[in-house]
């Protein structure tokens, strides 16, 4: 087989793509260790391991692995999140492929590990705002931030970085956030979208934003069957991250319609 011939899906080239050279990097839930593949034919990472936490993926890592002759380069590792990990073999991580929640508490479980990283990539499938908000209060600040569009489907993209060797009373706020920081609301709706994102708007983002809108707007009505005090609070959230949403949808309408008019006229 030839070495070079592995062909990502949009997502994962998009994901192999933020992994710098010369990273000392690991994929959690690899599945079938197709980026760590990829890089060790392509880039200059300096070390790959490649980590699941199911003997199934990690079978099937470690055929592809040998198929491509990579057996020396990717080492493969069974157990859950980075606890396959020692503290300071790794500088760049990713999670991609499973939910929001997931990630968050692989992250959260490995203290030691995250302490010495300085680059996270991440692509959860759903609740992208505990992401966010673990990146946030643990000292990682945004840097790219993307949605793409794939058979039909949205996915989101996080790159986070933290200086490291800094105390954590010295770390500094994401200056990300700080036109979103004035209301506990506001800042709700910044995790669940991305302030990056927010900021420049692609047009992904915008179609990803509506699909998020019909179902809250489901949702809404859902939660309206139910007349619990709990059910009463959260609709009045829902309620409020929609209108806060439909503002911002009005006001990216608008900047988009006047750049149209200026360059047409
Ligand atoms: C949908 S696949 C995604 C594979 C690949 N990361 C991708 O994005 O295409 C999710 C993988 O994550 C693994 N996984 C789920 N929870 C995990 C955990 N806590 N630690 C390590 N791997 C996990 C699953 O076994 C599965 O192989």
Known sequence: ??????????????????????????????????????LATTSNVKSLIATDVAKGPIESAK?????????????????????????????????AGM????????????????????????????????????????GFHLQTETVIEEDGRFYEMIVAGRILDIDQEQLQPDIAYEKFRFSQNILQFAYEFGPL?????????????????????NLRENIAKSDSSRAVMRQETVKTQIQIMDDWLKNVEERLADDEWNRTR
């Open 99 to 138: 939910g929001g929640h997931t990630a968050v508490e692989i992250l959260a479980s490995s203290k030691k590990v995250v302490d010495s990283v300085h680059k996270l990539i991440l692509q959860p499938m759903n609740a992208s705002h505990l992401v966010r908000r673990y990146l946030d209060t643990n």
């Open 197 to 217: 994102l927010l900021n420049n708007p692609t047009s992904s983002f915008v179609s990803m934003m509506k699909q998020t809108r019909d179902k809250w707007i």
């Open 63 to 95: 055929q592809n692995v040998q198929q491509y002759q990579l057996a020396d380069r990717i080492s493969i590792r069974l157990g859950n999140g980075l606890m396959p990990v020692m503290p300071g073999e790794v500088d760049t991580v990713l999670i």
């Open 1 to 38: 087989m030839d070495l070079l011939s592995i062909q990502l899906s949009k997502r994962l080239k998009t994901l192999a793509d933020y992994v710098p050279d010369g990273a000392r990097f690991v994929d959690v839930g690899t599945d079938h260790a197709y980026i760590p593949i990829y």
